[in-house]
DNA sequence: GTAGATGCAAAGTATTTGCGACAAG
DNA sequence: CTTGTCGCAAATACTTTGCATCTAC
């Protein structure tokens, strides 16, 4: 049952703008994990009147409700990815910037082994891999 | 054999100016991982007239080198920290910011078979747990 | 002596914000 | 209606850079 950014503001009571509907459109339409500008691009073909302030705005909000989540992979700009069931990690070619999703639940467990270790209990992590294609 | 960072810069060759070697001793010194501006702070009580601009191209010159590594933590700005023997990772207390520095051996080898079960050499990684303290 | 480093201030990026106009519930 | 949102441009925050001067080697 997963739900659309739509029914997620609904059940959090988010007011629907046209700004709001159109920018949780197109996070969800894309594959990739874009950054603001590249957003507001995306959104600017669908309504071009909509200002990247507002973009900046929405993706903050939809990330404080825990709806998308950010991301500061090398190079400055924040990049944005919607939260849908699957959690999964990041796997970063450093070459051509390709980025593939995996989820390793080992992995998932000695972390939670280690916080425990350390006397904590684990909220949230991150976890990415950068590397190059073999031949 | 750990070197000091002064020893490292003239194995590769880096002019060493009274500026760079006041900033490798704070780094040195530092047991956080300080971002420009705190680092900035600590180096200006040794010599008020270096300029900040002097910090940001030293370290990112020291990163180049490979002398010190770049973390992008929650929080905006980068933060930076000392390169010597012990790879490790970083547990983030939430509540505090405090930074404990842990390694754990069957995470990294299994970060290197996720990276080869997608035909990827692992040149690098970045693991950040971030958690709160049990009571 | 010379190539490269520094300081300063100005210029870039990325992101946030104040404010009057406007729209969702 | 009322509260919160939008668009715009100005403001911030972080980082980089041009240029004249200075310094390590």
């Given at each position: 049952m997963s739900e659309t950014i739509e029914e997620k503001c609904i059940a959090k009571g988010i007011k629907l703008t046209?700004?709001?509907k159109i920018i949780a459109k197109?996070?969800?339409d894309s594959r990739d994990h874009p950054d603001v500008d590249e957003l507001y691009n995306r959104v600017s073909k669908i309504d071009s009147k909509?200002?990247?302030a507002t973009?900046?705005?929405t993706v903050k909000l939809f990330e404080e409700?825990?709806?998308v989540t950010k991301h500061d992979f090398k190079?400055?700009?924040a990049r944005y990815e919607e939260?849908?069931?699957?959690?999964h990690d990041h796997l970063i070619d450093i070459k051509t910037g390709e980025i593939i999703e995996f989820i390793d639940d080992?992995?998932?467990k000695l972390q939670n082994k280690v916080a425990e270790k350390y006397g904590y209990k684990l909220i949230d992590h991150k976890l990415e891999l950068y590397g190059i294609k073999k031949k």
């Open positions: 046209e700004q709001r197109v996070m969800s909509i200002s990247i973009v900046y705005r409700v825990g709806i190079g400055g700009k939260i849908n069931e699957s959690h080992e992995i998932e």
